[in-house]
């Protein structure tokens, strides 16, 4: 992690006037009492129970169901506001998904698999002063209980969303004649057999040195099982309990740090790894839909989070 850049007095102003600062949604709007003394918590909840959503920075943000798919204003809805809409809402977006062409899928499901947590670490290196004081702020907030209910609802539309996407990029035939872009990389037969080696960005020029300190990681942190060895199965044929949100947390935490091509996605990496080690999860789609509710999975990410890790650039 990059060190904590000097945050001058006038962006530190600016930002804690804006200390959370809601979102509209198709026009909503609370009724504000005076919360610029610190009842932040219950502005939030105000917030939340009107269906809007939240940012720490202080630009006007606005969402609808006709932009909210737009790339261009998408890359910045993932990355700067808490995703506090109600089901009503979340119902309007997974409806229109069907709608969207295969460019707009796949660059959307790959933004947001690169942005699952809104005012993450990883967009420290380039940001602007504000931004980094929002970093400090979302710190500060995680720490507190009484905004446990925001990042809860975050998370639960935020993996709803990605799961959306994923089934139904999943079930789409690109053609052959669309024109596509260098940062698309949809599923296909050439990707899926790529080796789980090839998905790994390589330190000293030897995706095995990845694979090597992935590898130390796992048996520092503890794992209950050798990962990237063959796990027996069950006499009833399943995996041991645990294992699967054990390689989950493993391909995800990594994934979050950049040891992944982010050419692939979440799952092809996934099958990638099924194919190396022969580890499989049955139902994978659906794992995948909601692995990040599993006890097993925060069990070990968290293992994994302990050690301090640094992202790779």
Known sequence: MAKQRKV???TKLLSNRNYIKEVSVEGKATHKFNFNIGFYDQYAAQVIRIGNCITLLSNNFSINKETFWNTNYFEDLTKYIFWTFNRSFLFELTSTIDT???????????LLE?????YDSKIEDDGDEELHWCLVKNRKLKNDPKFEQMYILDQENRTALLSALIKKSNSDT?????????FISPVTTESKSR?????????????????????????????????FSKVNKLP????????????TAM??????HNYFKKDYSLEEIFKAYSTYTGNSIAKLKT???EFRQDNSYLKHFNKLKQLKINKMK
């Open 251 to 256: 391909i995800d935490f990594f994934y979050q």
């Open 114 to 118: 690169e942005n699952l947590i809104p």
């Open 195 to 227: 080796s789980f080696l090839d998905l790994l960005k390589p330190i000293n020029n030897n995706p095995h040195e990845t694979l090597k300190l992935i590898t130390a990681k796992t048996e520092e942190a503890d794992f209950e099982f050798d990962l």
């Open 236 to 247: 009833n044929g399943k995996n041991p309990y645990g294992l699967n949100g054990a390689i």
């Open 8 to 10: 001058g007095f006038a």
């Open 174 to 182: 690109i053609e052959e004649n669309q024109p596509q872009i260098a």
């Open 100 to 110: 969207l062409n295969n460019r707009t899928l796949y660059r959307c499901r790959q």
């Open 287 to 289: 794992f995948l839909s």
